[in-house]
């Protein structure tokens, strides 16, 4: 199963080069991986249907306990067979549609495959946290079809509505899930079903499942914004509709209906709104004049009635609602497909527009008169098979109950909404196939001249899912076998539910027939029933509600912004410690937290005294500078103070770290500090000077309160006590530090560079952004281009630096050059050793990296941007890349040969000449990390150091040529 979603994924991310290699029919290529889903789910019948399962878990993080865990079972496998069968269709049927110059076909091919395999991944998991994974993948993988098309307003409005209503309810969602699991004791879905916890807290979390169910399957009040999502291509619309999407509420709620549809708030929650739902699509559909939102209105009406036999919680609701749910997928995905050949053909989908195309079409003609009959519940289709089963499910609650506890008022209020949702299906499923093909008084027929005839295989998929629809009809016994260890999954009813075509004279008989007579009258009576709809029109409804909450919220974000986000860099400040001195100052206070710890001393060592008194020293002195270089260096002289602590400590490796960081400090803060003036304010010390004073000394008193009392709280023995032994046995290596850093906790450090590289894209591209230039390297002419020396002086054989012929003869520095060239390779070859021994002496890949990155700094320092660009000729994102690309590659190698993520080999050989060798594979990790830091140099330098230089030497350049004009002037 596993595999079968990765070859989905796969495709996915190889569609675009197909579809530029193959065009449109890298499509049909693309339909056979999921074709080759619904062969191998048709080969694992035998396996589920009665009753068996087929199960694949694939540890993860088994320190954690988080594996991939899937399951197919009768309800995951028709699922499957409904995703990756019409998958399989609307993939080739795509061949057909999209135009051959369509530029976005490569990008939308991607997208569809990804989405299949999101909803494929969705109905397989066995795990409730990869449910949720999938579910929000199907949710942004949505979203970017819907917008297929960015420059049309309406897609992009209705990409952004879908997006956010889905995501609420994922949101809710994913509470629940969480409570569910905690509270089970396991995150496993079948184990949680087998046994369901119960409290009032689970009772909460099931609710909230049922918030993201309802969302994403479009009942009252999310319903709105799934005929919006009718911008998207029409085969979107086809696959979205019938087997992927909106069906993923519905397969939730099946899901956990035989767990959870006792408890209170489960049936009266999903019987209301898919009853009002039902009613809702059904009149809406009933006033559309566009074919494709008279079938988005008819799935919202459907999908209210799937919610209410899937959620009514009986054994004959279930095998309905498991029955119409298979039902809707083959006529649903029918009449969108079709909707799109008449789209094609004529050019336009308004019903009032199209007259006498059933002439021109005959088949398209019968293929809908198929599908629609089976959505209107005519025999011998399937969907009057499944509705039939649905009617008798829904008279034995109205009767007895059927074990759900709903009253008798309640249960015929239940067949009646059924009835009357039924009656509107009937109509509007009429007026479809006379909106699309008959031939109305007053619209000219279309002639065959204006009609351009589909190819044969631009109609097979519609043909097929529409006979497939009719010959289900007559297997109505064999899907009863198939279906029945999903319906054992609930409590005997009144009566043993079974699908046939026929179950004699019968309640269930006589109301399908009575709502089908009622919908033809309602058909019929249609101009009546609009201008009743139209008096009885509310003015207003869900989506313009939706709308004002989000202008609403739209407009307390600007406002709350306005008032907070001043651009005061000291504000913010100012209002950060001022929290930290009101709210964790504040429990300090009141708890006197610092009272209990024990043995408190002022020093171990008179170092550590005379450390601390010239660390504090320098801080009051920083603070009084008026210089700004002055402060900045006394400020870097609290954390090479901090360092000498840690070496006093017996703490190397921090220590190198501390020196290395405050280091390249300090080096950025200069560099800042050239486009500022050289002096702070000459003010005196003013009320809000002052202030900020007071506000500095409490900030320092909380934290250092609280860093005593965090050392005198502790009850537990630390953790890294157990550190020293698996540092050696588990990573290889005796520097604990280090082995923490890439074996321990590795994916702390994963977490960490994935940050680096985004904190300092963005703060790189923001600058870029300030100095008008890109931070791509490019190569430098300024070098070649360089003032060569005067002729009447013997030139230089070598130069020390190539670039220093680029800077001004006041700003260079022989010496400093010299030095530089002698030292950069050392230093280079150093950040190398550093890297290597990390694992067992001090050092590691982000000290190596910031080795590095000093002496590109100093090459900076001595030659400005066009020597740092001879120093390292490469991207500094495409280093970030690199880097973040191994650390992940060598984390994901370990899974190939059976070990966990991020899971270190120890390799111990010989090489002649050079001895005994102990490698540890995290090494290449480390080689990741390396990579990273030295990118995030590159980048600072480019941006504040090579960026604020040429914004300088414009500056310059533009100050020179004012005065030049007032000279000429």
Request: aromatic share 8%; charged share 15%; net charge neutral.
């Amino acid at each position: 199963m596993l595999a079968l979603i990765a070859a989905h994924f796969v495709a996915a991310a190889l569609a675009p080069a197909l579809v530029a290699w193959l065009r449109r029919k890298a499509l049909l290529v693309l339909a056979a991986v999921p074709a080759a889903g619904f062969v191998w789910a048709v080969a694992m019948t035998g396996e589920v249907r009665h009753g068996g399962a087929v199960e694949q878990r694939v540890r993860w993080v088994e320190s954690l306990g988080l594996e991939l865990s899937f399951r197919l079972t009768t309800l995951t496998w028709v699922m499957t067979l409904l995703v990756t069968g019409v998958g399989a269709l609307v993939l080739a049927y795509c061949a057909s549609y999209f135009r051959r110059d369509d530029a976005g076909l490569p990008r939308f091919a991607g997208l569809l495959t990804a989405f299949a395999a999101a909803m494929l991944g969705l109905v397989l998991a066995d795990d409730l946290l990869v449910l949720y994974v999938f579910w929000e993948l199907t949710t942004v993988l949505s979203y970017l079809l819907i917008g297929h098309n960015p420059e049309r307003k309406a897609n992009r409005r209705a990409a952004m509505q879908a997006l956010m209503v889905t995501t609420f309810g994922g949101l809710a969602m994913l509470v629940g899930v969480i409570v569910i699991g905690q509270a089970a004791g396991s995150y496993q879905i079948s184990e949680v079903l087998a046994n369901p916890p119960g409290g009032d807290a689970v009772t909460v979390a099931v609710v909230l499942v049922l918030i993201g169910a309802v969302s994403k399957s479009a009942l009252i009040p999310f319903h709105f914004w799934l005929p919006g999502a009718m911008a998207a291509p029409t085969p979107v619309s086809a696959y979205l509709h019938a087997a992927a999407m909106v069906k993923a509420g519905v397969y939730l709620v099946a899901l956990f209906a035989p767990a959870f549809a006792g408890l209170m708030p489960w049936r009266p929650l999903l019987l209301t709104l898919g009853v009002l739902t039902m009613l809702l699509g059904g009149l809406r559909a009933l006033r559309q004049t566009d074919l494709k939102l008279l079938l988005a209105y008819g799935t919202v009406s459907q999908l209210g009635f799937l919610i209410v036999l899937v959620g009514a919680g009986t054994r004959s609701a279930a095998m309905g609602g498991v029955a119409m749910l298979v039902a809707h997928a083959l006529f649903k995905a029918t009449l969108f497909l079709v909707v799109g050949l008449v789209d094609r053909a004529t050019g336009t989908r308004d019903l009032r527009e199209l007259s006498g195309l059933g002439r021109r079409l005959p088949l398209l003609l019968v293929t809908s008169i198929l599908a629609a009959a089976s959505m209107a519940a005519i025999p011998p289709l399937a969907g009057f098979v499944a509705k039939e089963t649905a009617y008798a499910a829904a008279l034995d609650i109205a009767e007895t109950g059927d074990g759900t506890g709903i009253g008798t008022f309640a249960g015929w209020a239940l067949v009646a909404g059924l009835a009357v949702g039924s009656a509107l299906t009937a109509a509007y499923s009429i007026r479809f196939v006379w909106g699309a093909f008959a031939v109305k008084p007053g619209v000219a027929p279309i002639e065959s001249s204006a009609c351009r005839f589909p190819t044969a295989a631009f109609s097979a998929a519609p043909v097929v899912l529409a006979f497939g629809g009719l010959a289900l009809g007559f297997f109505g016994p064999a899907e009863t076998e198939l279906l029945e260890p999903y319906a054992a999954l609930f409590p005997e009813g009144a009566h043993e539910p079974e699908l046939a075509l026929w179950h004699g004279v019968n309640a269930a008989l006589l109301l399908s027939i009575a709502s089908v007579l009622v919908g033809i009258l309602l058909f019929r009576w249609r101009d009546r029933v609009d201008r009743v709809e139209a008096a009885l029109a509310p003015r207003t409804d869900a989506e313009a509600s939706y709308r004002t909450i989000m202008r609403g919220v739209d407009r307390l974000a600007v406002e709350v912004t306005g008032a907070t986000q001043r651009g005061s860099l000291p504000s913010y400040l100012a209002v950060i410690f001022l929290v930290v001195v009101v709210v964790p100052g504040g429990v300090l206070m009141a708890q006197q937290l610092w009272a209990d710890v024990p043995g408190v001393r002022a020093w171990d060592s008179v170092g550590q005294a005379v450390v601390g008194a010239i660390m504090i020293t320098s801080a009051i002195i920083a603070a009084r500078s008026r210089r700004r270089l002055k402060a900045v260096l006394l400020a870097g002289g609290t954390g090479y103070g901090m360092a000498m602590l840690f070496i006093l400590h017996g703490a190397p490796d921090l220590a190198l770290t501390q020196v290395l960081v405050e280091t390249v400090t300090l080096v950025i803060f200069v560099l800042v500090l050239r486009r500022l003036p050289p002096y702070f304010s000459d003010r005196p010390l003013t009320k809000s000077r002052w202030w900020r004073v007071g506000l500095g000394v409490a900030v320092g008193v909380v934290m250092a309160g609280l860093a005593l009392a965090a050392s005198g709280a502790r009850t537990a023995e630390p953790v890294s006590e157990g550190f020293a032994e698996p540092a050696v046995s588990y990573g290889g290596g005796y520097n604990i530090v280090n082995v923490t850093l890439v074996d321990i906790r590795a994916w702390d450090t994963m977490g960490e560079i994935s940050v680096l590289v985004v904190a300092a894209t963005g703060v790189a591209s923001l600058i870029f952004l300030i100095t008008g230039r890109t931070g791509r390297w490019r190569p430098d002419d300024a070098i070649a281009s360089a003032p060569t020396p005067p002729t009447d002086r013997r030139p230089h054989r070598n130069l020390w630096l190539r670039a220093g012929r680029t800077v001004a003869p006041e700003g260079r520095s022989i010496l400093f050059e010299v030095v530089t060239r002698l030292a950069f390779h050392v230093v280079i070859v150093f950040s190398i050793y550093l890297l290597f021994v990390g694992h067992n002496s001090p050092g590691g890949g982000f000290a190596g990296g910031l080795v590095a990155g000093l002496a590109l700094m100093v090459r900076y320092l001595a030659g400005g941007r066009h020597e740092l660009n001879e120093a390292a000729p490469v991207d500094a994102g495409l280093v970030l890349g690199i880097g973040l690309f191994i650390a992940t590659g060598s984390g994901l190698v370990p899974l190939a040969f059976g070990g966990d993520v991020l899971q270190s080999a120890i390799v111990d050989f010989s090489l002649p000449l050079v001895g005994e060798v102990h490698f540890v594979t995290s090494l290449f990790f480390d080689i990741g990390v390396y990579l990273v830091v030295v990118g995030l140099m590159l980048d600072v330098l480019r941006s504040l150091g090579g960026g604020i230089d040429k914004q300088a030497g414009d500056d310059a350049d533009a100050g020179e040529s004012i005065e030049s004009a007032e000279g000429v002037r």
